[in-house]
């Protein structure tokens, strides 16, 4: 419906514009606090490692690598099912707090 009737005016928008909204939302997605503390979390403290996070790292890892070169889809569907089938502690990644709401 829509779509078809907004057909010609989005024919007229130019594809590096969309590139461009593309990338912005891409680089918004990107979570790099957590990607951060997914490392720090992994990295082995005093030889020892913590289990739970190295699954939640391998299992962000394989889904990046899946999503980029593969599918979206594909590297979606990997992440959720590596997070259940990998070891997890109570608490391998930090929450982030919510704000209050008013």
């Excluded at 419906?1 to 590139?19: D, E, K, N």
């Excluded at 503390?37 to 391998?58: E, Q």
Aim: proline content about 6%; overall charge neutral.
């Amino acid at each position: 419906g829509c779509v078809v009737l907004a057909a010609p005016a989005i024919g007229a928008i130019p594809v590096a514009s969309l590139a461009g909204v593309m990338l912005a939302v891409a680089f918004a997605t990107v979570q790099v606090e957590g990607t951060t503390a997914a490392i720090k979390a992994a990295t082995p403290v005093g030889g020892r490692w913590n289990t739970a996070a190295v699954a939640d790292l391998v299992a962000l890892l394989a889904a990046s690598m899946v999503c980029f070169f593969v599918d979206m889809a594909a590297g979606i569907v990997l992440g959720v099912a590596l997070t259940k089938v990998l070891p997890r502690g109570a608490s391998s990644l930090p929450e982030k707090e919510s704000s209050p709401s008013a």
